[in-house]
């Protein structure tokens, strides 16, 4: 090798070089983790905020990456091409120089440090920021043509704006950093829950009629006190005749502390009741509460009559989880007794359940899973038998006119068309 082409070879290493250090950085801020350096930035890391300012002017960014990556990609291959003319002459120095050089580049300049800046963005990013900063200064003439340019297009081929992130892109990233670790699965839970908060109808968590427990306006104060102790609940519907004529909300503090200690009547006590369509989302509903200062509501019907209650408990165990107290008797809603069969509850959600499954939901307006196989049979007798898509409903037990509890097993892989099939 002659002594003057040494210093040609040292500039196609160093350029070499800073094309990894572009390529790298582009990794680096195109997937650093920005809540982690918020963090870093609020605990007095310079040169995470100086990171996080150049990522939020990221195209102005990504310009300079562009042509300081392009430059130096371009000034490496033409002093290679000038080397290898002179070591190969001009016949195959040009060709030689086309294949090593992509060689070296991919491996060296794209690959391995896209690679490595990919394992730790945040580290790379605050590392390559106070380099960055000044190539951003010296390319800022270009950046603002490529600027202007990209207005231009912007004119001459209008987009429309789209959301910056949507429900399901966040539900992927709280998956992906369940499965990372970031997230214990409590914490996933409540996260996923809060997040379909806003999807989620009084439909979908109220107590049906048939399940209401009330008290007629006639009772005595020993049958109240009765119902009371029986059902553990604090807050009962007082109703006329009927469940579709409530006229008032019982709470047990007034009943005790009034009825029963002051012998007033019981309707001098009874608080009006909030009347609500089955349609109302529930983050509506937490919201009416709140105005109201009631924790109890009566779903009507297209009647007019009473088509069941919720509660603020209802709504709570929805991003929570259920919440059980010393009452309630510890009964999940889905228990799997094994790996391909689970006793379910009629109130389940049908959703729920599917999901449990890992199916896909049936295309239906009924919510709870009672109400789906009413649908599908003609008659709700103990042990009658429903076969959809692979799954074996079973009716364990019956209250009157409700499935109480189901038992679904799995009998096939692969899902098959829905059948309807009667135990003899």
């Given at each position: 090798m002659d002594s003057s082409h040494i210093p040609l070879v040292i500039a196609i290493v160093i350029l070499i070089v800073g094309s990894a250090y572009f390529s790298a950085t582009e990794t680096a801020f195109s997937s650093l983790n920005r809540i982690r350096m918020k963090n870093m930035a609020a605990d007095g890391n310079k040169r995470a905020q100086l990171a996080l300012d150049m990522a939020d002017q990221y195209d102005r960014l990504l310009s300079t990456i562009l042509i300081g990556n392009n430059i130096v990609n371009i000034c490496s291959t033409s002093i290679a091409t000038v080397l290898f003319i002179a070591w190969f002459g001009s016949s195959t120095g040009p060709t030689l120089s086309t294949v090593v050089m992509t060689?070296?580049?991919?491996?060296?300049?794209?690959?391995?440090?896209?690679?490595?800046?990919?394992?730790?963005?945040?580290?790379?990013?605050?590392?390559?920021?106070?380099?960055?900063?000044?190539?951003?200064?010296?390319?800022?003439?270009?950046?603002?043509?490529?600027?202007?340019?990209?207005?231009?297009?912007?004119?001459?081929?209008?987009?429309?704006?789209?959301?910056?992130?949507?429900?399901?892109?966040?539900?992927?990233?709280?998956?992906?950093a369940t499965n990372d670790g970031t997230f214990d699965e409590q914490e996933s839970d409540l996260i996923r829950s809060a997040i379909e908060f806003n999807d989620l109808d009084v439909i979908d968590v109220f107590t049906p009629r048939v399940s209401v427990c009330g008290i007629e306006d006639t009772a005595t104060n020993e049958e109240i006190i009765e119902v009371f102790r029986d059902t553990g609940f604090s807050r009962l519907p007082v109703y006329q005749d009927n469940i579709d004529h409530i006229v008032g909300i019982l709470h047990e503090k007034d009943f005790y502390n009034h009825v029963?200690?002051?012998?007033?009547?019981?309707?001098?006590?009874?608080?009006?009741?909030?009347?609500?369509?089955?349609?109302?989302?529930?983050?509506?509903?937490?919201?009416?509460?709140?105005?109201?200062?009631?924790?109890?509501?009566?779903?009507?019907?297209?009647?007019?009559?009473?088509?069941?209650?919720?509660?603020?408990?209802?709504?709570?165990?929805?991003?929570?989880?259920?919440?059980?107290?010393?009452?309630?008797?510890?009964?999940?809603?889905?228990?799997?007794?094994?790996?391909?069969?689970?006793?379910?509850?009629?109130?389940?959600?049908?959703?729920?359940?599917?999901?449990?499954?890992?199916?896909?939901?049936?295309?239906?307006?009924?919510?709870t899973v009672n109400g789906w196989l009413m649908s599908q049979l003609s008659s709700i007798y103990d042990k009658e038998v429903f076969v959809f898509n692979g799954l074996r409903f079973t009716i364990e037990q019956t209250n009157g006119r409700y499935i109480s509890f189901i038992l679904v097993e799995r009998i096939c892989p692969e899902p098959l068309d829905s059948t309807k099939d009667s135990a003899s």
């Open positions: 060689v070296l580049v991919l491996i060296f300049g794209e690959i391995s440090p896209k690679s490595l800046a990919k394992e730790s963005p945040e580290k790379f990013a605050m590392f390559s920021a106070p380099i960055l900063r000044i190539f951003l200064t010296i390319l800022a003439p270009l950046n603002f043509l490529f600027g202007q340019w990209k207005k231009l297009l912007s004119h001459i081929f209008p987009t429309e704006a789209e959301t910056s992130i949507t429900e399901d892109e966040l539900l992927t990233i709280v998956d992906e029963i200690a002051e012998h007033k009547p019981l309707s001098s006590v009874l608080q009006p009741p909030l009347y609500i369509a089955p349609s109302l989302q529930i983050s509506d509903l937490l919201r009416l509460f709140q105005q109201s200062q009631t924790h109890l509501a009566i779903i009507t019907d297209e009647y007019g009559g009473t088509a069941g209650i919720v509660t603020m408990e209802d709504i709570l165990e929805e991003l929570v989880g259920e919440i059980w107290d010393e009452h309630d008797t510890v009964e999940p809603e889905i228990e799997q007794l094994s790996e391909t069969s689970y006793r379910v509850r009629g109130e389940t959600r049908l959703s729920k359940l599917f999901d449990e499954l890992d199916l896909d939901t049936p295309e239906t307006d009924l919510t």
